[in-house]
């Protein structure tokens, strides 16, 4: 069968298709065709209104009779959404507001501009980062937090705002007159790290992500490897999710298989398959893939295609297992009502869908199933994907666990000073006009950081060889950022982030696919073998 239809949102919003149809359907004499069942839960409503002593107005009461359908249904997904809600939610999977264009921060009692997007409203009218938002057309920003600038600046398309900022060097604050438009906030990152290895993080699949990884695949000619980055990545778009397997898998190949409930029917669930329609990128190139506990739904689909059809070694944990289908069904006065109708499969049939009781706890399973991969490898199945390597995110060690303990003591806001801190500090490299090759986060700025938190009430003790590399090593990261030099932030974070340097690691080991599933498959067997002698010891 042939592509799914684009009428299903996985964890997310978007309107079926056949909406205008459901739309009209709802005719004014459906009263009259209402079961005894309804007449009578209609009539109860009536009595409480009309006559309980204390009874809710009545938008209150139809608001808790659909909280309590939606309970009945023991689905941890379902949910009617208000117009609010859907705004939001679209906004977040979009990645599309109307506005201008800017990141905004808190840094320094200040909110603080820390990213202009290329090519919008924000750019075009000299926005720049470093700036600081003192007022929003006829209001002061005097006490404002980053909702309340974020809140004025946003508006409808087409209608203007006034942004006045100070900025470093100029004695006056300085007025920007900018026309609102529609912004899209890419999802894609990429950058060539390590010298010959792509690393592309994808944080959402949003509409449009397959193209812009396609689009930033023709700029990583040439690699020795691929890592596709799915950590963190809630999901999104359902035909998104297709179009991005379908840039690395041959033509005719199973993305995914959907079992579902066929409309109006009772119990009786139908199969459809979706296949591969164009032809792969990147070949000869092997991929890692980095997935994590919070890796749901879309991103869930791309990894286990991938994963089943051996195109790429899967890396980090246990997937959230947001395997179920949810149908998007409009209601009046702009809501939306989402609910389960079925479950996501693998291409070999390994079901993405992790059982979950109404407030979202795990139903552990009593067995794990096992299935072969299309080359004959052994994968897991029984709710989201399995990592063909299991690897943790590094955690603190209990020095620094304990060093983080005390400034929370000391009430330090300590991310929010590391922000503050490697911004100052990108701001003056950037002034000192330093050749991009030289940018090193300073020694005198870091001791001038530590002293700082001695002022605020930390012990100049706490501050071990350990700790130090700790904060140097969050700063660095933070500051290459600032600079908008996320290969070197990456190449940094590696040195603590063990998912990635594990990728990096095998990648520069591998000149094949193969070769990584051979890899990752003897790393299983001595660590099996180490915990079998481990075991026996006791």
């Known amino acids: 069968m042939t592509r799914l239809l684009p009428a299903l949102l996985i964890g997310a919003l978007l309107i079926p298709v056949g909406v205008e149809a459901q739309r009209s359907s709802g005719s004014s004499d459906a009263s009259s065709e209402l079961g005894p069942e309804a007449r009578v839960f209609l009539g109860a409503m009536e009595a409480i209104r009309d006559l309980a002593l204390e009874s809710p107005g009545d938008s209150t009461l139809w608001e808790k009779a659909i909280e309590g359908l939606i309970n009945e249904l023991d689905d941890p997904y379902a949910q009617v959404l208000s117009p609010d809600e859907v705004r939001a939610f679209e906004e977040q999977s979009t990645g599309n507001y109307a506005g201008i264009g800017v990141q905004i921060t808190e840094l320094n009692e200040a909110v603080t501009i820390t990213a202009v997007f290329r090519n919008t409203p924000a750019d075009n009218a ?26 004025r600046i946003r508006g409808e398309p087409g209608t203007v705002v006034t942004v006045t900022v100070e900025r470093d060097g100029m004695p006056q604050p300085i007025p920007h007159e900018i026309t609102r438009e529609e912004v899209h906030i890419p999802a894609v990152t990429s950058e060539r790290i390590f010298d010959d290895l792509g690393y592309v993080l994808l944080d959402r699949v949003a509409r449009n992500s397959a193209a812009e990884v396609d689009s930033v695949l023709a700029g990583l000619d040439g690699v020795n490897g691929l890592i596709l980055d799915l950590r963190r990545n809630p999901g999104g778009y359902l035909d998104e999710s297709l179009n991005l397997a379908d840039l690395f898998l041959d033509r005719g190949s199973v993305l995914v298989t959907t079992r579902s409930r066929s409309r109006g029917s009772q119990g009786q669930l139908r199969e459809d398959s979706a296949r591969a329609r164009m032809a792969p990128r990147m070949t000869d190139v092997p991929i890692v893939v980095l997935v994590d506990q919070f890796s749901a739904s879309a991103a869930e689909i791309v990894a286990g295609a991938l ?126 006009g330093t050749p991009a090759g030289d940018f090193e986060f300073p020694d005198d700025v870091f001791d001038a950081f530590l002293a700082s938190l001695v002022d605020e009430g930390l012990d100049e003790a706490d501050f071990t060889t350990e700790i130090q590399d700790y904060l140097r090593w969050r700063l660095e990261v933070s500051y290459f950022r600032r600079l908008e030099m996320e290969r070197r932030a990456l190449e940094v974070q590696s ?25 990752a498959a003897a790393e299983n067997a001595t660590r099996d073998e180490a915990a079998s002698v481990d075991v026996g010891g006791q």
């Open 126 to 151: 000299g926005l720049q980062v470093g700036d600081r938002i003192v007022g929003v057309d006829l209001d002061t920003a005097e006490s404002w937090s980053v909702s309340d600038a974020s809140g």
């Open 307 to 432: 994963q089943d059809h051996d195109r790429a070694l899967v890396l980090g944990e246990r997937t959230f297992g947001k395997g179920s289908v949810q149908s998007v069904v409009p209601l009046p006065e702009g809501r939306l009502i989402r609910l389960t109708s079925g479950e996501w499969y693998t291409p070999i049939g390994r079901s993405l869908n992790r059982p979950r009781d109404r407030d979202g706890r795990v139903i552990e399973s009593s067995s794990i199933p096992e299935f072969s991969s299309e080359g004959g490898r052994t994968l897991l199945g029984g709710g989201g994907v399995f990592p063909d390597l299991e690897v943790t995110a590094d955690s603190l060690s209990e020095s620094e666990q304990a060093f983080v303990s005390e400034t929370v003591e000391a009430e330090i806001p300590l991310t929010l000073r590391i922000q503050e801190v490697s911004f100052r500090a990108a701001q003056e490299t950037r002034s000192a």
């Open 495 to 519: 040195s603590r982030d063990s998912v990635l340097s594990t990728a990096v690691r095998f990648l520069r080991s591998a000149g094949s696919q193969e070769e990584l599933f051979a890899l």
